[in-house]
């Protein structure tokens, strides 16, 4: 039996350049990852099996298209195994909430594959399926911090803020990929600066924020939550929400911002940056 984590996955800042002929757009993001997640677990079987178990299982059907058996359909192919495989996922982060979620599933299902049939985990072929099943995948395959260009698959390692105080908040409310950028105005504000990672953040931006908002004013109150922490040192929505985020110069901040959050009704995770 494998277990492998799939820690959620936030952005630090997300720019949106411009929409790309292939319908996906090009970004530029400032991508990190949580020590907390999902849970995947993979072990051989004598037939296929999926099973969803978890706080937010009732949220997905383990019958219907879903990126895990995506992802273990295109490994078994890409990779010539025979095995039947029996994967179950603890799902413990909330769905649709722009904290990798789906891609987090399905790159930690790649890896737990890989590590049971004995694929290095640096295998291209691993990064290619990945690439094939969206855009935040390969970097939650990766799982590290790393700048992402291009559609976000472009990745380039990046160091710092290892062990910072990270805290979630999401308000309850799933907020459409799709819609969000159909949402967004199409103005392309400019790339992501230089500097140290957290220069780097502070100056970003979330360029899906503002439509995200749009659909979802309740992010609004999140942020308002966040900005007013003491002890916060970068508040931001993640993805195309309605999860944002904290970064704290201490835990004992964080964990108080989540009694304030979660006296909300809100759901919380703290834990740190990897």
Same mark, same amino acid.
């Given at each position: 039996?494998?277990?492998?984590?799939?820690?959620?996955k936030i952005?630090?800042?997300?720019?949106?350049?411009?929409?790309?002929?292939?319908?996906?757009?090009?970004?530029?993001?400032?991508?990190?990852?949580?020590?907390?997640?999902?849970?995947?677990?993979?072990?051989?079987?004598? !037939?296929?099996?999926?099973?969803? #178990? $978890?706080?937010?299982?009732?949220?997905?059907? @383990?019958?219907?298209?879903? /990126?895990?058996?995506?992802?273990?359909? *295109?490994?078994?192919?890409?990779?010539?195994?025979?095995?039947? !495989? &029996? %994967? +179950?996922?603890?799902?413990?982060?909330?769905?649709?909430?722009? %904290?990798?979620? $789906?891609?987090?599933?399905?790159? *930690?299902?790649?890896?737990?594959?890989?590590?049971? !049939? @004995?694929?290095?985990?640096?295998?291209?072929?691993?990064?290619?399926?990945?690439?094939?099943? $969206? &855009?935040?995948?390969?970097?939650?395959?990766?799982?590290? +911090?790393?700048?992402?260009?291009?559609? $976000?698959?472009? /990745? #380039?390692?990046?160091?710092?803020?290892?062990?910072?105080? /990270?805290?979630?908040?999401?308000?309850?409310? *799933? #907020?459409?990929?799709?819609?969000?950028f159909r +949402?967004?105005?199409?103005?392309?504000?400019?790339?992501?600066?230089?500097?140290?990672?957290?220069?780097? @953040?502070?100056?970003?931006?979330?360029?899906?924020?503002?439509?995200?908002?749009?659909? @979802?004013?309740?992010?609004?109150? #999140?942020?308002?939550?966040?900005?007013?922490?003491?002890? *916060?040192? /970068?508040s931001r929505?993640?993805?195309?929400?309605?999860?944002?985020?904290?970064?704290?110069?201490?835990?004992?901040?964080?964990?108080?911002?989540?009694?304030?959050?979660?006296?909300?009704?809100?759901?919380?995770?703290? +834990?740190?940056?990897?």
């Amino acid at each position: 039996m494998i277990v492998e984590r799939a820690p959620a996955k936030i952005n630090l800042a997300l720019h949106v350049r411009r929409r790309r002929p292939d319908g996906y757009h090009d970004i530029e993001t400032l991508f990190a990852f949580a020590r907390d997640g999902d849970v995947v677990t993979v072990e051989s079987a004598g !037939h296929d099996a999926f099973a969803i #178990v $978890g706080p937010f299982a009732a949220g997905l059907d @383990a019958a219907g298209d879903n /990126l895990v058996t995506r992802a273990a359909g *295109a490994f078994v192919d890409a990779f010539a195994v025979a095995d039947s !495989h &029996a %994967i +179950t996922l603890d799902k413990r982060l909330p769905i649709a909430s722009g %904290i990798g979620g $789906g891609s987090a599933d399905a790159a *930690a299902t790649l890896r737990a594959l890989a590590r049971l !049939h @004995a694929v290095p985990l640096d295998d291209a072929r691993l990064y290619a399926i990945a690439a094939a099943l $969206g &855009a935040d995948v390969p970097a939650c395959l990766d799982g590290r +911090t790393t700048f992402g260009t291009g559609k $976000g698959d472009a /990745l #380039v390692a990046l160091d710092g803020l290892a062990g910072t105080p /990270l805290l979630l908040v999401n308000p309850g409310v *799933a #907020v459409s990929t799709a819609a969000v950028f159909r +949402t967004w105005d199409g103005a392309d504000r400019g790339p992501i600066g230089e500097g140290d990672l957290l220069a780097r @953040a502070r100056a970003g931006r979330n360029d899906l924020e503002p439509p995200a908002l749009a659909l @979802a004013p309740v992010i609004g109150a #999140v942020r308002a939550v966040l900005d007013a922490a003491p002890g *916060a040192m /970068l508040s931001r929505m993640s993805g195309s929400g309605a999860t944002c985020f904290a970064l704290f110069d201490d835990a004992r901040a964080g964990a108080a911002a989540a009694v304030t959050a979660r006296a909300r009704g809100w759901w919380t995770l703290e +834990t740190a940056l990897t």
